[in-house]
């Protein structure tokens, strides 16, 4: 080994996940080492909703002002069926101070949470470093590092975390199951210049003809997202657009399209989050469907209660961290969300009887108890 690194706490991926939860431990007082393998970030948007649980979040670690002020504030959700507005599902209604989801590309997200690593704890994030191995020794984790120039190093931890995503190594290594699968749905999304009149309002179009979302963005772009009868490979903006265009009142320019990709949809759920020293979060244990905008912010709540159960073991001086009573809420949490993904896909798909599914939807979003929906959306309770 070229040289040896000493730090408290390791995390393996330098995500939005991982990133948040440096900072965090961090601001908690924990020595913290992220290592990232890719040396430039991707701008591909992903994950765009910020919930207001996440936003509380950044409050309590005193940077929210920020993403406040890139993101976009959507207050509504319009749902449309073949006739018109089935109903809105109004977060107005949810508590303050953040009765709104906040829209902002994951990449801007990465950039925000980043800098204010960099501003105040500079040296915290290595990049261009991928964990090849690690192993249990007398004093805490010894892991063997794999950096961008072929040299390698080793690095001694009290505790690894995997923050390293769906195919995550620190997963692989501990042996912990990741069950789960995919389901039959296939979409496809593009961001494009917005030219509709929903202005900061998200728009769900559950018609006949199949699934189209519409969700706002900052500098006036808008997310489309349409179900296809099967997966397309190599998607082009056209083809969205023309689904887009045959079903709305609105004309989309193709010139204006900054990402187009397609995608399956899964759901997985690990059995334990963590051994002894090594844990892993965020997609590394969990994978939600992306109706409802849930993923990012799963793996954020992960995230708080890990440093949380960390800081307290850290003060009571006890011994082995609780994973089988962390891993117990968490995979509750996760349960829950991947429950309510599904509900939400199962509304975009087509059905036999769409007069009676349009009554379905008019009445959830009319009833007296229709306040809990807005909360049910904007990840409450988990």
Same mark, same amino acid.
């Given at each position: ?51 207001? +649980? ?35 599902? &109004? ?5 303050? +101070?953040? +009765? =709104? ?15 204010? !690593? ?11 470093? /991928? ?17 961008? &120039? ?15 995503? /769906? ?17 039959? &749905? ?28 519409? =969700?706002? !963005? ?44 397609? =995608?399956?949809?899964? @759901? ?35 995230? #708080? ?9 850290? /003060?009571?001086?006890?011994?082995? =961290?609780? #994973?089988?009573?962390?891993?117990? /809420? ?21 059905? @036999? ?14 009833? +007296? ?14």
């Amino acid at each position: 080994m070229s040289n040896t690194i000493e730090t408290e706490i390791l995390i393996s991926g330098g995500g939005a996940v991982g990133l948040f939860l440096g900072l965090r431990l961090q601001q908690l007082g924990f020595d913290t080492l992220i290592i990232e393998r890719n040396i430039e970030r991707s701008t591909h948007s992903r994950s765009i909703g910020i919930h207001p +649980p996440s936003l509380e979040y950044l409050e309590k670690m005193g940077i929210v002002d920020s993403f406040i002020e890139q993101g976009l504030h959507v207050h509504k959700g319009l749902a449309i069926g073949d006739d018109g507005i089935l109903g809105e599902l &109004d977060f107005s209604s949810c508590p303050p +101070p953040y +009765p =709104f989801v906040l829209t902002l590309p994951q990449y801007q997200t990465e950039i925000l949470l980043e800098g204010y !690593l960099e501003q105040h704890y500079p040296g915290s994030l290595k990049k261009g470093s /991928k964990l090849i191995a690690f192993m249990d020794s007398e004093s805490g984790i010894k892991v063997e590092i794999q950096n961008y &120039d072929d040299t390698e190093s080793e690095i001694n931890a009290q505790y690894l975390i995997g923050c390293d995503g /769906k195919n995550s190594t620190v997963r692989k290594q501990l042996k912990i199951n990741f069950n789960g699968g995919s389901y039959p &749905d296939t979409f496809i999304m593009g961001d494009f210049e917005d030219t509709t009149n929903f202005e900061t309002a998200a728009a769900i179009y559950l018609q006949s003809k199949g699934l189209i979302e519409s =969700f706002p !963005l900052p500098d006036n772009k808008r997310r489309w997202v349409i179900r296809t009868p099967e997966y397309i490979s190599s998607p082009s903006p056209e083809h969205l657009i023309s689904n887009i265009e045959s079903r709305t009142d609105f004309t989309i320019p193709v010139e204006t399209n900054s990402m187009i990709s397609s =995608f399956g949809v899964q @759901h997985y759920l690990v059995d334990s989050f963590g051994r002894d020293r090594t844990g892993i979060i965020g997609d590394a244990a969990h994978i939600v469907s992306p109706f409802g905008g849930q993923g990012m912010n799963l793996g954020w709540m992960d995230a #708080w209660e890990l440093s949380n159960t960390l800081l307290s073991q850290k /003060k009571s001086k006890s011994g082995n =961290f609780p #994973w089988k009573s962390f891993s117990v /809420k968490r995979r509750m949490a996760a349960w829950q969300a991947i429950k309510r993904a599904e509900f939400n896909m199962s509304m975009g798909r087509e059905h @036999h009887y769409q007069a009676v599914n349009e009554m379905f939807i008019k009445s959830l979003l009319h009833l +007296p108890t229709k306040w809990i929906l807005p909360r049910l959306f904007t990840m409450r309770w988990l």
